[in-house]
């Protein structure tokens, strides 16, 4: 598994954040549809905002689970990669860095043993240098 794939978790709950805020943002109804420039839009030439918010929001919601999923689905993955290290120091960093989404002070805390954010966050890069 690369660093790359490992850290996928981080990613994908930044895009649940984003669409969570954008959920908030149409069912509070602060959600702006685009400004109007002139062009066509249908035969009638109405729109329909409340429909349209709520395509969005019922849109965003899946995206929601679906990024959920993925989220389930490479925790699962990166457990499975870390059960099969020989090392548990590296094990645990990964484990607080990448399913627990720490911040490196964070994992330094949790692992204790003097260890810092500079030290654990070295382990970690060392690791994948491979």
């Known amino acids: ?17 984003k669409l969570t ?5 149409i069912e509070s109804g602060t ?6 420039d002139g ?3 249908g035969a009638s030439g109405k729109s329909d905002p409340t429909g349209t918010a709520g395509t969005s929001a019922a849109d965003i ?7 959920r999923y ?3 689905r490479k925790r699962r993955e990166v457990y499975e990669y870390i059960s099969e290290l020989d090392d548990a120091l590296v094990e645990l960093i990964i ?18 043993g003097g260890n810092t954010a500079d ?7 060392r690791h994948f240098e491979d």
């Open 95 to 112: 484990l607080y860095r990448c399913i627990n989404l720490c911040t490196w002070d964070q994992v330094a805390a949790h692992i204790g």
């Open 70 to 72: 993925k989220i389930e």
């Open 31 to 36: 959600y702006r549809s685009p400004q109007l």
């Open 1 to 17: 598994m690369t660093r790359k794939e490992i850290n996928q978790i981080y990613y994908y709950n930044k895009q649940i954040e």
């Open 21 to 25: 805020q954008d959920l908030i943002d």
């Open 61 to 67: 919601k899946t995206l929601i689970e679906e990024y």
């Open 119 to 125: 030290s654990v966050r070295m382990i970690f890069n």
């Open 39 to 41: 062009m066509p839009r």
